[in-house]
């Protein structure tokens, strides 16, 4: 995080106009970066939880969505997909993108990017069962 503040700070130096003590500038940049740094974890526990939704909508069952061990299955399930698979689900989920904004990031059509998306959560479903048998 301190690194971040400096780098931060060292970018946008010229903003600096001297009306403020500089490290009341400073502290200022470092509470906007703790506020950037909570503001990405409630999106990712908003991502889980609708990546959660989303299988259990399949009928796959699930427990609540911020149930830690649930998580880290998903994780795991997450993490052995193909990469283009792995991308678009973070792209959607994570990152927040439509469909629209995934197909230009990755340069598919949004039909495309559809099919793909369905194919990915549909190998996280395989994935998840896998991981729960051997869990179990």
């Known amino acids: 995080m301190t690194q971040e503040v400096l780098l931060t700070a060292a970018n946008k130096i010229h903003t600096f106009n001297g009306s403020a003590r500089l490290s009341t500038w400073l502290y200022r940049i470092a509470v906007n970066k703790c506020l950037e740094l909570l503001r990405k974890q409630d ?28 998580i880290v299955l998903l ?3 997450l993490d052995q997909l193909d990469a283009e698979s792995h991308e678009i689900v973070v792209l959607r989920y994570f990152e927040g993108l ?7 990031a990755m340069g598919f059509c949004k039909a495309t990017i559809y099919k793909k998306m369905q194919r990915a959560e549909e190998q996280l479903i395989r994935l998840l069962s896998h991981l729960r048998w051997r869990l179990k």
């Open 43 to 70: 999106s990712h526990a908003v991502a889980w939880a609708a990546l959660v939704t989303t299988i259990q909508s399949t009928g796959e069952p699930a427990p609540a969505p911020y149930d830690r061990d649930w």
């Open 98 to 104: 439509s469909y629209d904004g995934i197909a230009n």
């Open 75 to 77: 994780q795991a399930a």
